[in-house]
C-alpha cells in the first residue's frame, strides 16, 4: 500500500516571500497592426521590467498573424493569459504588473476582511459558560 | 488597561464541557479575587495604563488576537492570517509592514484595550505584501419600477493581500 501524499502547508509571507509568479511569455506578431504597441514595449520597457524582477523568467515569441498576448505561469501550475491587442506600452505595463503581482489563483470575490485557518483564541461562545444574561 | 475574561466565569457551571478546554483562570478566580477585582473591566479603572504584572498575565497565555486598525478600518488578525485590504498604492510585494494602530490586544483570557490605542512598547505586529490580485466582477444593478430607470454598474476591486507574519507581545 502507497503511503498517501502528506501536502505542506504554505503560508507564503510568514518566513519567507516567495513571489508567486514565474515566467511572463510575451507573444506578438511582426506584421499585423495590433502587436504594434506590444513591440514598442518590448524594445522599450522589457528589459528594465525584466532586470528588476530577476525572478521572474521573461520569454519572447514571434506568434504570426494573432494577436499579442502575455501569458504569466505561477508556482502552483496555473496561468493567466491576458491580450494586448491595439494598447498602448503603457496600459501593457499596466497589464504586465497585474500579472506580476498576482498569484494563479482565480479572480474571486473576497467576502470576509481576514481569511484565517487559525481557531479562535477566544474560543465559541456557549451558553453554559458564559454569565448568565441580566436586564 | 487590562481586560480580564474571567468575569464571565465566575457564577457559572463549573463542570469542564469537552468542546471548551479547561481554562487555567478558574485557578486565578477561585485563588485572589482581589486581583481580579481591580482587573476587572465594568468599571472605569482608575489605573488606565498596564502595569508589567498585569502584561506577564497576557505574556503566559498561549495565542494571542489583535483588532489592528488599517486605513481607519478593524481587522481582527491573529498570526498567519491573510488581511484583505483595499489596494495601496505606495506598497510593493514583499514589503513588510509594521503595525501599530492597534485597538486591543488579546488571549484567551485577557485582553489590553487601547486608548485609543494599545502602546507599542508591548506588542510587534508584523505583515508582509503577498499579492496584489484583482477581485471578480461585482454587479450593481438599480431599477425603479414603472419609472423608466434602470442602472448596470460593474467594478473590478483592486486588493491588496497582507499575510500576519508576527503577532507577539513583548516583556
Sequence with gaps: MVAPMVHPVLKNGVGAF???????????????????????YLKKDLIQFAKEHPHVEVIVTPRPSKHPVIRGLYLNGKDKVVCVRNMEPTDIA???ALLKESSGNRMKVFKKP??????SVR?????FHAAPHKI | ???SFTSRMVGAAQRTNSAVTASAVRLFSATSTATQATTSSTESSSTPSTTPSELS???N??????????????????????????????????DVIELNQIKELGSKDYA??????????????????IEQPKGKIVETFKKKRRKHFQRRYHIKPLHTLLRVSELEVKA
Design chain 1, 114 to 119: 481576514v481569511i484565517s485557518t487559525t481557531e
Design chain 2, 61 to 94: 497565555q498561549l495565542r494571542y488576537y489583535a483588532v489592528a486598525e488599517i486605513k481607519s478600518r478593524p481587522y481582527l488578525i491573529t498570526k498567519n492570517d491573510i488581511i484583505v485590504l483595499d489596494r495601496l498604492k505606495d506598497v510593493k510585494l514583499g
Design chain 1, 18 to 40: 516567495i513571489p508567486q509568479c514565474r515566467r511572463l511569455v510575451f507573444h506578438y506578431c511582426e506584421r499585423s497592426g495590433s502587436s504594434r504597441g506590444m513591440i514598442e
Design chain 2, 57 to 59: 498575565l497576557l505574556r
Design chain 1, 123 to 127: 474560543g465559541i461562545w456557549s451558553p
Design chain 1, 94 to 96: 499596466g497589464k504586465v
Design chain 2, 112 to 129: 489590553i484595550q487601547g486608548a485609543p490605542y494599545v502602546s507599542s512598547e508591548y506588542y510587534s505586529i508584523k505583515a508582509t505584501v
Design chain 2, 1 to 3: 488597561m487590562l481586560r
